[in-house]
C-alpha cells in the first residue's frame, strides 16, 4: 500500500485546513495510508507521525490556521537534519511528502527530495510571492486588509485625517498592491517600486484642494518606517496623520471561499501527482487549472507585481 505524509511549514496561512482535508481524503480515496506529521519539517525531524483518517480532518474545512501545527525548522536547513527526517520516514515506509507552505518550506521540500524522497509542493503564504501561481491564504490576507481600511477610512473621514496603514509583505507588495486598488487607497508603498515622496505629498495635497476629506496610505511592511513616515507626511501636509500596522491579524481567521476552494483543487491535485508517479513538483494554478512545475523551477524564481495594478491604482486615486 501506498504511503503518504504531509505536513505545514512556516507562517500559517488560511486554507492550510482545507489544503490537508482535501489531500487526506483523496488519499484515503485511493487507499493510500496517510500520517499527518506535526509541527512541520521540526516534528519530522522528532518522528511525530500520526496516522490520518477521514474524522481526522472534519470540520476543518472553515478553520483558520493549521492542525498539524507549524514551525520554522534551522536544524532542517543542514544536511544532518534533512538525514534525520529521512530516516524517520523510512522507518515508517513513507516515500512520499506533501509540504504545504511558501518559499521557505518549498525549498526545504526540494533539498529534501535528492535523497530520494518524492516531495509534491503545495504554495500557501500569504504574501503570495510564489511565481506561477496563486497560494492559499493570500485571498483571505486582501479581504482582512480591506475589512481594516474600510473601517479605518469611517473614522478618518470623520476626523478629517490621514491614515498611514500598514500591512504584511515585507519582500512582496501584493497585500499592498491589491488591497489598496481594492480599498481605493491614495497612495500604496511597495518594496519593489521605489517610493517617490514628493509624489506622495503632492498627491495628497491636491486632494485636500479638492475638498476630499481624508486620505489613505497603504504601506508593505519594511518599505518606509511608519512612524518616520507620518510624520513627514504630517509636517508637509499639515494635516492630522495616524498609523495603523495591521500585524498578524492578516494571517488568521476564516478562510474565503476562494481560498477554500483553491486549497481543495491543489490537495486533490498533490495526491494525484503521487498516483500518477510525477515526482518532486510543485502544484500551481488557481481553483481546478492545476498545473504540475518542477519544484527547481520554482525555488530560485522571484515573482514581480504587475505594474499595470500599480498604474491602475495611480490614475483612480488621481
Not at 534533512?82 to 511528502?97: H, P, S, T, V
Not at 500557501?124 to 481594516?148: H, K, R, Y
Not at 517610493?195 to 508593505?220: C, M, P, W, Y
Amino acid at each position: 500500500m501506498e504511503k503518504v505524509a504531509l505536513l505545514t511549514s512556516g507562517g500559517d496561512a488560511s486554507g492550510m485546513n482545507a489544503a490537508i482535508r482535501a489531500v487526506v481524503r483523496t488519499a484515503l480515496y485511493h487507499n493510500m495510508e496517510v500520517y499527518g506529521v506535526n509541527q512541520g519539517f521540526e516534528g519530522l525531524m522528532a518522528g511525530k507521525l500520526l496516522p490520518m483518517t477521514r474524522g481526522s480532518v472534519a470540520d476543518i474545512i472553515h478553520r483558520g490556521g493549521t492542525i498539524l501545527q507549524t514551525s520554522r525548522s534551522k536544524p532542517f536547513m543542514t544536511d544532518e537534519g534533512r538525514k534525520i527526517g529521512l530516516d524517520r520516514l523510512a522507518a515508517a515506509g513513507i516515500n512520499n511528502l506533501v509540504v504545504i507552505g511558501g518559499n521557505g518550506s518549498l525549498t526545504g521540500g526540494f533539498e529534501f527530495s535528492k535523497l530520494g524522497v518524492n516531495v509534491i509542493g503545495i504554495p500557501a503564504t500569504i504574501d503570495n510571492d510564489i511565481v506561477l501561481t496563486q497560494s492559499i491564504g493570500f485571498d483571505t490576507a486582501v479581504n482582512t486588509a480591506l475589512e481594516a481600511i474600510n473601517r479605518i477610512r469611517d473614522t478618518a473621514t470623520s476626523h478629517g485625517r490621514i491614515f498611514i496603514i500598514e500591512v504584511m509583505g515585507r519582500h512582496c507588495g501584493e497585500i499592498a498592491m491589491a488591497a489598496g486598488v481594492a480599498g481605493g487607497a491614495e497612495s500604496i508603498l511597495i518594496p519593489e517600486i521605489e517610493t517617490d515622496f514628493e509624489q506622495l505629498i503632492e498627491k495628497t495635497n491636491q486632494g485636500t484642494l479638492r475638498g476630499k476629506l481624508h486620505s489613505i496610505i497603504i504601506v508593505a511592511e519594511g518599505v518606509y518606517p511608519v512612524m518616520e513616515l507620518a510624520k513627514q507626511v504630517q509636517e508637509r501636509t499639515g494635516r492630522d496623520t495616524r498609523v495603523s500596522i495591521l500585524g498578524h491579524m492578516q494571517r488568521g481567521g476564516t478562510p474565503t471561499a476562494v481560498d477554500r476552494i483553491l486549497a481543495s483543487c491543489m490537495g486533490r491535485a498533490a495526491v494525484d501527482c503521487i498516483v500518477e508517479g510525477t515526482r518532486n513538483v510543485m502544484v500551481a494554478g488557481y481553483w481546478d487549472k492545476i498545473q504540475k512545475i518542477p519544484l527547481a523551477q520554482i525555488i530560485n524564481a522571484k515573482r514581480m507585481p504587475e505594474l499595470s495594478m500599480f498604474e491602475l491604482a495611480r490614475i483612480l486615486s488621481i
